[in-house]
């Protein structure tokens, strides 16, 4: 073993537990992430270890600060990129049967579909019934991944919003 890899042995021994605790009260008790943050702490110590400070306390410090940096990150990605929208579960809506209330959620889809714009119809069409992926429709369409994620989140919410204004 070098002696890199002593130095970070003993710096994972040391403070690793302090900081899993520490990044798990910032996580909210999500193990998982507070892990990942933790492991993601160790690997940017081991690649700037000949920049880690001497003395264990100023060793410390770097670590919280590196992890504090790595929690206000995620939360910043998690504010900039929408949430992923889950496919419109329509199990609800009824089935084929010809009964008013079948005609009246029928009509219902109809006009908050109608009331979409052209793109965001566009999209819910291409993805949900045409069953395209967000990668084809994207390239299909060229523009990023990202910009037809986007679209097709904000279109849910105003088909959601359109059919609650239905009711």
């Known amino acids: 073993m070098s002696l890199p890899d002593t130095r970070i042995d003993a710096l994972h021994a040391t403070h690793s537990s302090d900081l899993l ?15 990942d943050m933790l492991q993601e ?4 110590a081991w690649q700037h270890v000949d920049r880690l400070p001497e003395h264990e306390n100023n060793q410390r410090r770097w670590l ?8 206000i990150d995620s939360v910043r990605a998690r504010q900039i990129r ?8 329509l199990e609800h809506l009824g089935r084929a049967e010809d009964t008013s ?3 009246v959620v029928n009509d219902a889809v109809q006009h908050a579909f109608g ?4 793109a965001h119809r566009s999209v819910l069409v291409d993805l949900h019934m045409r069953g395209l992926t967000a990668e084809e429709l994207a390239a299909r369409m060229r523009v990023p991944v990202g910009t037809v994620k986007s679209r097709a989140h904000y279109a849910l919410r105003a088909l959601r919003n359109g059919l609650a204004a239905v009711d």
Do not use: H, I, W
């Not at 702490?41 to 940017?44: A, N």
């Not at 919280?64 to 929690?71: D, T």
């Not at 929408?82 to 579960?89: A, F, G, Q, R, S």
């Open 41 to 44: 702490t160790m690997l940017r």
């Open 115 to 118: 009331r979409l714009s052209d």
């Open 82 to 89: 929408p949430t992923e929208t889950p496919v419109l579960d």
């Open 21 to 35: 605790r520490y990044l798990l009260k910032l996580n909210r008790g999500d193990r998982q992430t507070a892990e």
């Open 64 to 71: 919280f600060a590196v992890a504090r940096r790595l929690f």
């Open 101 to 103: 209330d079948a005609a």
